[in-house]
């Protein structure tokens, strides 16, 4: 039983610290810095200035409230991101902006200094004890207005010039397809594209044409299965069709007979029969009648 709460303890223990380990600052990473800002991205007050680019590589929110930003070696704490804005909780592989204009008084994520664009430029982020480098970066000199300088992969090691300014997303954008530039370069008339679609159509059309057919055969062999089970036969005399004359002369001669018996000889004859009957001679004018004289 002891043993058992033991456990409990120490796996409770394990999903404190590993909880604690995701939200912690140190999976920050300064990912890309603007120096000369002419015609870029604005911050919230319409104005251009410089900016640092801060991004969280691990798979867990991290609040950097608390933390520090700073372009003094000698000076860690320059710059204390202020606690309580619910925007410095940064979501999983995520970024955030900081712009370096030397107003701190126009909220959390404007820093205290601004960048040099005639020298090098030292940026750094501590955590919240003023002492544990987060991570640090210097900017080479003579940086051109309106290019950036960061990690060619969000998070990796290598930094570079970039050639696109990418604030708040990504450095590495894909906007290219390997598929299509194999094709542009290897198929720059679209020969060998059309082929293969016409050729996918045609075997397309071309099963479709079996399936149907093959279902057909099926329907027709199904329909005279039920046809024969409806006859109650399944099998046709080979004899069939095939009588001789002399059934044909005997069924003939029974159906005239059979005709003959039904009509008598005389039913052409008119029988009359006299009839006796009183006639007055007030109504009756065939007391008026003379007979036709004899030529």
Known sequence: MINKKIGVLLLFALLISFGAKAQSATSMR?????????????DDYGKRHGW???????????????????????????YPIPKGDVLTQIQPRQHTLFWADGQPDR??????????????NYIALYDADGKTLIDEVTIPAGQLADISYGRVIDGKEEWAQLKKVTPS???????????????????????????TAMAVVFLGLFLLYIIFKQI???SISASKRNAQKAAGTTSISVDAGQESGELFAAIATA?????????????????????????????????????????
């Open 107 to 120: 909220g959390t994520f404007h820093v205290n200094f601004i960048l040099d664009p005639f020298k090098e």
């Open 216 to 218: 057909g055969r099926l």
């Open 169 to 195: 997303t990504n450095n590495l954008t894909l906007d290219s397809n390997d598929k299509i530039d194999n094709f542009r370069q290897n198929d720059s008339f679209g020969i060998g594209m059309t082929v």
């Open 30 to 42: 300064i990912n890309e810095v603007l120096v000369i800002n002419e015609d870029n991205f604005v």
């Open 255 to 295: 159906l005239y007979e059979m005709s003959d018996d039904n009509h008598d000889i005389e039913h052409t004859v008119l029988t009359i029969h006299k009839v006796q009957r009183t006639y007055s001679p007030w109504s009756s004018k065939l007391y008026g009648l003379r007979q036709t004289p004899h030529k």
């Open 52 to 78: 640092i680019e801060l991004f969280n590589s691990s798979a867990g929110t991290v609040n950097i409230a608390g933390c520090y930003l700073t372009d003094d070696k000698n000076n860690p704490m320059k």
